[in-house]
């Protein structure tokens, strides 16, 4: 398993996603469109990168079974 990409505030977003801070507090941060910049780190945040969060496993889409 690799270790998730680093990003510096104030360079763009690869993709879409939630990205956490590599501080102890884990401060997190949602973007829906790539391509914007990665947000400076709240007050009193001592992180260095930002990193993408783990996905959540999202359920499978069942389709309906027609009734017997």
Excluded: K, N
């Excluded at 990409?5 to 507090?25: N, Q, S």
């Excluded at 910049?37 to 969060?53: E, N, V």
């Amino acid at each position: 398993m690799t270790a998730p990409a680093r990003h510096l505030p104030r360079t763009y977003t690869p993709e879409a996603g939630e990205y956490v801070c590599d501080c102890a507090a884990a401060h997190t941060w949602r973007i829906d469109v790539a391509g914007h910049l990665f947000p400076a780190f709240p007050p009193d945040c001592g992180a260095r990168a930002w990193r993408s969060a783990a996905p959540a496993e999202l359920p499978r889409h069942q389709e309906p079974q027609p009734p017997a």
